[in-house]
């Protein structure tokens, strides 16, 4: 069973840097586009940015020129570096990914647990 592990949330000021990262539990064959999620208390879960195997990136607009995302195919990890953080940006990230385990396995849709980032003001 492949798990995503995630790491680098907590408590920061508005104007902070975080970064979080997400590993594969174990070794993979082959992963396609990664991604990080949000849901802030009362809403609904949205995209905050995805990535491509070839390193092509999506951006939800309120992130834009503030979060980075980027990845290591090597350790199977994808990063969110956020800069600038504001009060609007704390919910839970969630980080996903397109997983094929084996060689001999279709791709699957898997999720990590879920890590809290809290900006105060």
């Known amino acids: 069973q492949v798990q995503l592990v995630e790491s680098g949330g907590g408590l920061v000021q508005a104007g902070g840097s975080l970064r979080l990262s997400c590993a594969a539990s174990r070794s993979i064959f082959s992963i396609n586009a990664m991604g990080w999620y949000r849901q802030a208390p009362g809403k609904q879960r949205e995209l905050v940015a995805t990535?491509?195997?070839?390193?092509?990136?999506n951006y939800v607009d309120s992130v834009k020129g503030r979060f980075t995302i980027s990845r290591d195919n090597a350790k199977n990890t994808v990063y969110l570096q956020m800069n600038s953080l504001k009060p609007e940006d704390t919910a839970v990230y969630y980080c996903?990914?397109?997983?094929?385990?084996?060689?001999?396995?279709?791709?699957?849709?898997?999720w990590g647990q879920g890590t809290l980032v809290t900006v105060s003001s």
């Open positions: 990535i491509a195997k070839s390193g092509d990136t």
């Open positions: 996903n990914a397109d997983v094929r385990p084996n060689w001999y396995s279709g791709y699957l849709e898997v």
